[in-house]
Every structure is written in structure tokens, then in C-alpha cells.
């Protein structure tokens, strides 16, 4: 059975932070780990990845606030947030993609990140 289960989201004040984590389960061959985020009436962005050989991206709109890191081992994948700010408001969804024995793309259900101002 395939799991992303996510955790660590909720409310915090401007320039707070919050570490969310994702679980992977039930898939083989991971090669890329991250996350998205979507906030109301937006299209869904990408925040970070990371590859299985260490390779890291980040949205300019966060790169030098968050960090992803993750664990090929343990399939699991984190992300620190910090500085965070109102405009980081949206639902956080962790996903995995597997590479072999075809591309596919799974999603976790999703964490609210709330930031009051």
C-alpha cells in the first residue's frame, strides 16, 4: 500500500518557524523528494526537492529561509521553515517520485501552514 504521510504543519507568527516531515511507504525506486505548496485561489508551486544523490532546489521565494533535507534510507523527507512569513500561507503536500520502472509522481494529502501576521 502507497503512503505519503505528512506531518508538523499549523499556525505560527510572522518570523516563527515549523519543520514538516513526510513519510514515504510502499514505493520502490525513489529518485526525487519534495514539496509543493498551494495557497487559496493559486496554482500549485513547487518549494523544494531533493534527488537521491543529494541534489537540493528551491523556489526563490524561499531559497535561503527553508532547508529540505531527507533520509533515501528511511524514505522520509523534511522540510525547516523558518522566517516564515503570511505569504508562506498555503496547504504543504510532500511528494515522491519514482523513477523505474516508469515516471510517476505520488502525493501526500496535505499539511496547512498558517502564518498570522
Known amino acids: 500500500q502507497v503512503q505519503l504521510v505528512e506531518s508538523g504543519g499549523g499556525l505560527v507568527q510572522t518570523g516563527g518557524s515549523l519543520r514538516l516531515s513526510c513519510a514515504a511507504s510502499g514505493i520502490n525506486n525513489i529518485h526525487t523528494m519534495g514539496w509543493y505548496r498551494q495557497a487559496p485561489g493559486k496554482q500549485r508551486e513547487l518549494v523544494a526537492t531533493?534527488?537521491?544523490?543529494?541534489?537540493?532546489t528551491y523556489a526563490d521565494s524561499v531559497n535561503g529561509r527553508f532547508t529540505i533535507s531527507r533520509d533515501n534510507a528511511k524514505n522520509t523527507v523534511a522540510l525547516q521553515m523558518n522566517s516564515l512569513r503570511p505569504e508562506d500561507t498555503a496547504v504543504y503536500y510532500c511528494?515522491?517520485?519514482?523513477?523505474?520502472?516508469?515516471?510517476?509522481?505520488?502525493w501526500g494529502q496535505g499539511t496547512q501552514v498558517t502564518v498570522s501576521s
Open positions: 531533493a534527488t537521491t544523490s543529494g541534489s537540493t
Open positions: 511528494y515522491a517520485f519514482r523513477l523505474n520502472p516508469s515516471g510517476y509522481k505520488y
